[in-house]
C-alpha cells in the first residue's frame, strides 16, 4: 500500500521560507513522477511543482518559478523548499504520486498525502 507522509507546514511571514518533506512508502517508483500540489479554500487543487522520482528536469507553474524548489533525496523524500512566500501561497500542500513521466498530467497523480498546511501572513 502506498503511503506518501508530508511534513514542514507551517506559519510563516511573507518574505520567509519553509520546505516541505514527503516520504514515500509501500511501491517500487522508479517510473513515477512526483508533485506538490496546493489547495486554498474556494479554490481548486492546483499542480505547483513536479519532478521524475529519477530526478533530472522538473516543472513549475508560473506562479512559483524562481521561488520554489522541488528536489530527491535519491532514497524516499521529496522536498519542496520555498523561498520569499507571498500570502497567496497560503494553502493546503499535498504530496502526489503518479506513474507518468509526463510531470505536467495532473489526472496521472494516483497516490495523495494527507496535506499539510501554509499559512503565509502579510
Known amino acids: 500500500q502506498v503511503q506518501l507522509v508530508e511534513s514542514g507546514g507551517g506559519l510563516v511571514q511573507a518574505g520567509g521560507s519553509l520546505r516541505l518533506s514527503c516520504v514515500a512508502s509501500?511501491?517500487?517508483?522508479?517510473?513515477?513522477?512526483m508533485g506538490w500540489f496546493r489547495q486554498a479554500p474556494g479554490k481548486e487543487r492546483d499542480l505547483v511543482a513536479a519532478?521524475?522520482?529519477?530526478?533530472?528536469?522538473a516543472y513549475y507553474a508560473d506562479s512559483v518559478k524562481g521561488r520554489f524548489t522541488i528536489s530527491r533525496d535519491g532514497a524516499k523524500t521529496t522536498y519542496l523548499q520555498m523561498n520569499s512566500l507571498l500570502p497567496e501561497d497560503t494553502a493546503v500542500y499535498y504530496c502526489?504520486?503518479?506513474?507518468?513521466?509526463?510531470?505536467?498530467?495532473?489526472?496521472?497523480?494516483?497516490?495523495w498525502g494527507q496535506g499539510t498546511q501554509v499559512t503565509v501572513s502579510s
Open positions: 502526489a504520486a503518479g506513474p507518468t513521466l509526463y510531470l505536467r498530467n495532473s489526472g496521472a497523480y494516483r497516490y
Open positions: 519532478i521524475l522520482w529519477s530526478g533530472g528536469s
Open positions: 509501500g511501491s517500487t517508483f522508479s517510473s513515477y513522477a
